[in-house]
């Protein structure tokens, strides 16, 4: 009986390499195969294969892997530079140093921080946060401290302490400036911090505990008594300022304040909630695993947010939400749908591989550019996204779990597609400081955010397979000074450059939009522009325009 | 709306060039199609429903359920309506149609937050981390989508704000935004038809070589939007978003504000065909000083917008077809707080609908005196959704499969609330 399990395994194995992958598997190995992690999430992607019976699509192209790491990696496509000096490489591992390059070199800091700060500066504030009248957040603030932490590489664990537990003056150019504040300090003062007490448990822990603000959860173990427990730990937080402030020229501010309770007990600072039968119960600070900690409200005495976040740095759920969005965000899908909800409810796709993955990066001590690096050498991240003959039933589109024997399409987001457009297009580039740019950015992405203008910053994304989306490519201000008579621009640049012939110009686009070169059918295609045109710069600007509306280009694939 | 035709070119040819460049998803040419079928012969006996948006929770108290003498009751008046019921003093040109709108006094709801309230009420559903509901828009028009099929123009529109989403229904019914004045983003293409015509068939290459390397259906997807859009950009449908060829006197019925020119296009959808609008009016969070705010500027443009609807859909003969819905994500405290504002309040509120076939002039249930409660039965956002839902022809017994593979049924099994019947 005690072989029969490791024999299990090994037969398991042993059926995956004689299949139709033999050939994945010797390609991967000048890859990622040298790392122990990145081997044993080969192994437990594998072994849902077998218990699925699917087998992987082929290995992706080296310029479709490329593609796709610049993007999930810095946020934009490689420039034409880039992606011919990754497939001319020769080198066996180069798939590896192309990581390490994104990762750690410093011509790419700006960009990787920038890519993760914009991330991270959606999750924790949403795409409007800030942009409002109403609001004490400072986007620039926010941004900053994302910046900072990612460029530095900070470790998760105290990224995340120092957002749960900030106070100080939200706004870069404020003496007491503490960009982290951001975070709170529009979420702890309506309705009793519910917005604090609900994003910190979905985003650092992955617990979704708002519906059980008011009643307990039908089909889930959070009691609304969990979420009033959570919810003391934030009853010492206070936001001050906001337009009166502005008025007075006093500052925004986040800070602890002693908690009295709603009992006005402070050495019992207690809070009170009712049941969906009117009955009146009271809560204490206790974390979701149980621990209980001191109720007394005096911030010298027990300052409950870093206590908050003493305990969330001890739980396992930190680094499974952790691992779990870092995954999907390079895979497409997470082990859980939600990503952010790990509660006991929530069956993982995937349970043994993120708990590995997690326990892996507690062990790194939390080294984000680790688990990056483990995640985009698998197996699973290398793989082609074009349908094989055995895996068609791998459709985590029709909502079963994903097995990740493919590659999933999905859209670049808005921020990767204005990166995106920049770098590929050379339109308005490094025009103004970073700040500036920033701006930019932000001013041009607020078309698709729309807020909805209540008190509590709710908004909602119009960006993606949309009418409005489609009618932006087609006749935008970006893609009309990309496509457009402007000189600067890559297309006028190749229009000008008399090295090259009209073959090499056409390759250079479909290079630089869709990192390959054009069929013999796209060819005569481009031809019949240029007869239709007979003007050399404006066939390109055709074609250009043509590849920055396909489905292959706004698509990472 | 600046939609124009190039240069030199009459529209039916720029049409003629499109259509040569359209039909993405390997479907019949559809463009030329808009050029025949006029705004009229479109609507005959079609429903059509408005949502009339009061973002961020009016207080019904003051509008439609008045207190006077009671110590919730603030100080506005109730006037007599040409239906059954008083309402506000401060909404005479309403109270003039009343005779077609009923009150539902009975409302009492749980979600108090604008989040939550905007989506329950939209949805029929309270908000589910794991699960993404259609809101009323993509629902009535994914229902109703299918019997006009000569319809260029999205199915769902939303005037002077955003809604909710379509949920597990899918981003082809996705609210499509505009502005007031009937602004469409990027809607211009200044470039000769040829030149746009080659641009497509070129595109087309590029598109369906994409396609067919077998990446999954989003990149089919992509193409059928790319479709709708082209369809778009060419109908002459688009005209309905041009309010200003409306007469003087049509726009200063309605008002010369962005509810006011909100309702006008809402009418000129419906008359075009779209089955489901939604139309803004936001500023309803009043937490404190609220008389004054309802007084000069809320209510005003609400009675004149809303009055001028009913009165010109009426005039025309379709407000037996189009269905109104007047409602925001929650009513507001009776008791009138410290700084004479009010705030969040779910437990006890109003809605108001009427046209579609539901009965007007009614008042449906009641309050208690000061208004704090509901006395006898209440009804909820699920009630209410599938009323509207029985007026637009769509069967109750409807049901979504969500992408989990949960069957959904159609508003969450709301009762009907039999008085409008």
């Known amino acids: 009986m005690i072989h029969s399990i490791p024999l299990f395994l090994v037969a398991a194995v042993f059926m995956v390499l004689s299949a139709s992958t033999v050939k994945a598997q010797t390609e991967m190995e000048s890859a990622g195969s040298t790392i122990l992690e990145v081997r044993t999430i080969d192994k437990l992607v594998r072994d849902m294969w077998t218990a699925y019976d699917v087998q992987p699509s082929a290995v992706a192209t080296d310029a479709e892997w490329c593609r796709r790491l610049y993007l999930d990696l810095i946020g934009r496509i490689p420039s034409v530079k880039e992606l011919e000096s990754f497939t001319d490489d020769k080198s066996k591992n180069k798939r590896g140093e192309l990581v390490d390059r994104l990762l750690n070199d410093d011509q790419y800091t700006e960009e990787y921080s920038r890519n993760w700060t914009t991330v991270w500066t959606n999750l924790l504030i949403g795409r409007t946060g800030g942009n409002g009248n109403n609001s004490m957040i400072s986007r620039a603030g926010m941004q900053k401290f994302l910046r900072d932490s990612f460029a530095r590489n900070k470790p998760y664990d105290r990224m995340v302490y120092e957002l749960v537990t900030a106070s100080g003056h939200p706004d870069p150019d404020d003496e007491k400036f503490n960009g982290a504040v951001n975070y709170l300090i529009d979420k702890v003062n309506d309705e009793n911090a519910a917005q604090a007490t609900a994003a910190t448990s979905r985003i650092f822990l992955g617990l979704q505990v708002q519906c059980t603000q008011c009643h307990n959860h039908p089909f889930n173990e959070w009691k609304q008594q969990t979420y009033w427990e959570m919810n003391a730990f934030f009853r010492q937080a206070r936001a001050t300022g906001g337009r009166r402030a502005e008025m007075t020229g006093a500052s925004n501010e986040l800070a602890d304040q002693d908690f009295r309770g709603e009992g006005n007990n402070i050495e019992q600072a207690d809070l009170y909630y009712e049941l969906r039968n009117g009955l009146i119960k009271v809560a204490y600070p206790v974390f979701v695993d149980g621990t209980v900690i001191d ?57 043994e591989l993120l708990g590995y993955l997690a326990e892996e990066f507690r062990k790194s001590e939390f080294d984000m550019r680790t688990l990056i690096r483990w995640i985009v050498l698998s197996e699973a991240y290398g793989l082609s996204s074009k349908i094989g003959n055995g895996n ?166 | ?141 994914s229902q109703l989508m299918h019997d006009r099929g000569e319809l260029d123009l999205p199915p769902f529109v939303s005037v002077g704000g955003p809604s909710e989403g379509p949920g597990f229904l899918g981003m082809a019914w996705a609210p499509f935004t505009v502005d007031s004045n009937g602004n469409v983003r990027n809607l211009e293409m200044n470039l000769p038809p ?64 962005n509810f006011g020119k909100g309702c006008l296009m809402a009418r000129r959808l419906v008359e075009a065909g779209v089955p489901f609008i939604e139309v803004n009016l936001g500023g309803w969070d009043d937490h404190q000083n609220i008389f004054p705010s309802l007084q000069n500027t809320r209510l005003p443009m609400l009675d004149q917008g809303m009055s001028a609807l009913v009165e010109d859909l009426t005039a025309r003969g379709l407000l037996e077809d189009t269905a109104i819905i007047w409602m925001g994500e929650f009513g507001r405290t009776p008791r009138i707080n410290g700084n004479t504002g009010r705030d969040h309040w779910a437990r006890s509120w109003s809605v108001v609908v009427g046209g579609g076939g539901l009965k007007g002039g009614l008042a449906i249930g009641k309050t208690n005196e000061d208004g704090t409660a509901v006395e006898g039965p209440s009804y909820s956002s699920e009630d209410v959704m599938a009323s509207v839902c029985k007026s637009m022809g769509i069967s109750l017994d409807t049901s979504f499969t969500s992408n989990d593979g949960r069957p959904m049924k159609i508003a969450n099994s709301g009762r009907l609330i039999e008085e409008l019947s």
């Open chain 1, 295 to 351: 109720p007394h409200g005096s911030v010298e005495r027990t300052n409950r947010r870093q206590k908050l976040a003493e305990l969330m740095l001890e739980s396992k759920y930190l680094e499974m939400s952790m691992v779990n969005r870092t995954w999907a965000h390079f895979l497409g899908y997470g082990f859980t749908k939600p990503v952010d909800d790990l509660g006991p409810h929530n069956q993982p796709s995937h349970p």
């Open chain 1, 392 to 557: 068609e039933s791998d459709s985590p589109e029709s909502g079963k779990p994903p097995l990740f024997s493919r590659f999933y399409l999905r859209q670049m987001d808005a921020e990767e597609l204005y990166e995106s457009l920049l770098v590929a297009s050379r339109a308005n580039a490094g025009v103004g400081n970073y700040d500036e740019q920033e701006r930019q950015k932000n001013q041009w992405l607020q078309q698709f955010a729309q807020a909805f203008g209540t008190d509590e910053g709710d908004e909602m994304t119009s960006f993606n397979g949309t009418i409005p989306q489609v009618l932006m490519m087609f006749n935008g201000e970006m893609i009309r000074e990309a496509t457009g008579p402007q000189s600067g621009n890559l297309v006028n640049q190749l229009a000008n450059n008399a090295s090259m012939d009209a073959k090499e110009k056409i390759n250079y686009l479909f290079l630089a939009g869709l990192a390959r070169r054009p069929s013999r059918d796209e060819l005569a295609m481009t031809q019949q522009l240029y007869s239709a045109r007979q003007n050399v710069e404006h066939s390109l600007q055709d074609v250009w325009w043509v590849i920055l509306n396909s489905n292959e280009f706004i698509f990472n694939h």
């Open chain 2, 1 to 141: 709306m600046q939609f124009q035709v190039p240069d030199g070119m009459t529209r039916r040819h720029f049409a003629k060039h499109l259509a040569g460049a359209s039909a993405f998803a390997g479907t019949a040419l559809a463009l030329g199609r808009s050029l025949s079928a006029s705004a009229a012969s479109l609507k005959a006996n079609r429903k059509s429903a408005i949502l009339l948006w009061m973002g961020g929770g009016p207080s019904t108290i003051d509008i439609w359920d008045l207190k006077p003498g009671s110590n919730t009751g603030g100080p506005f008046k109730p006037i007599a309506t040409t239906g059954e019921s008083q309402i506000c003093e401060f909404m005479p040109l309403v109270a003039q149609q009343m005779d077609k709108l009923s009150i539902i006094r009975n409302m009492s709801t749980r979600e108090a937050d604008h989040d939550r309230g905007r989506y329950y009420m939209h949805t029929g559903y309270v908000p589910n981390p794991n699960m993404e509901h259609p809101g009323y828009g993509s629902v009535i028009a």
């Open chain 2, 194 to 257: 040829d030149r746009l015509t080659q641009r497509m068939q070129a595109l087309r290459l590029l598109e369906t070589g994409f396609i067919n390397e077998n990446r999954g259906q989003s990149a089919t997807e992509h193409a059928k939007v790319l479709q709708k859009t082209l369809n778009l950009m060419s109908s002459q449908q688009m005209s309905a978003f041009r309010i200003q060829t409306e007469s003087p006197e049509i726009l200063a019925r309605y008002g010369d504000n």
